[in-house]
């Protein structure tokens, strides 16, 4: 009598711990990496939902996209937080990094930032800065020739005032 007993409580054990490593299977590393911060994970597609703080980032690979859960959105991405899922969206076409879909941080090549826009060229009054790849604003004191900031009539008129009379011999 106790051998059938404890044969049925093995094999309950066993039906018990059957769904637990199916679930496993589920939740495992999937093509792009892991569920590291997934709520709702699968081998197939990745994460689909991310804990609280995190983004959700959905890579795409032809028609197959992949979910992963990220701290911070990368490269060429933003991270927009909603009330049900925190997602990264792509930046807009010209950008190489962005804040929001309005404002660039750093441009592809080619182009220029300029007050977080990504132009193929600096406006008027401004000069491209190659090492920054950033429209700047002209300073005409940077002029070559140029020592005091102040116009040549204003200069005159300061070397007049300061001639003082001679005393006399």
Do not use: W
Not at 15 to 42: F, H
Not at 48 to 59: A, G
Not at 80 to 85: D, F, K, N, T, Y
Not at 98 to 119: M, N, T
């Amino acid at each position: 009598m106790r051998a059938p007993l404890c044969l049925l409580l093995l094999l309950a054990h066993a039906v018990d711990m059957l769904p637990a490593s199916r679930r496993k299977k589920q939740v495992g590393t999937g093509p792009g990496g892991n569920c590291t911060g997934c709520v709702i994970c699968s081998e197939e597609n990745g994460c689909s939902t991310c804990q609280q703080r995190l983004f959700l980032f959905i890579r795409r690979e032809g028609i197959r996209q992949y979910g992963k859960c990220v701290h911070d959105c990368p490269s060429g991405y933003f991270g927009v937080r909603g009330q049900e899922v925190n997602r990264c969206k792509k930046c807009g076409a010209t950008c190489e990094s962005c804040f929001s879909q309005d404002f660039c941080i750093q441009c592809k090549r080619r182009f220029l930032l300029y007050k977080g826009k990504c132009l193929p060229s600096c406006p008027l009054g401004t000069t491209a800065q190659p090492s920054t790849r950033e429209c700047q604003g002209r300073n005409p004191s940077q002029k070559k020739g140029r020592r005091d900031r102040r116009p040549r009539k204003d200069r005159r008129q300061d070397r007049t005032l300061d001639v003082r009379p001679r005393p006399p011999a």
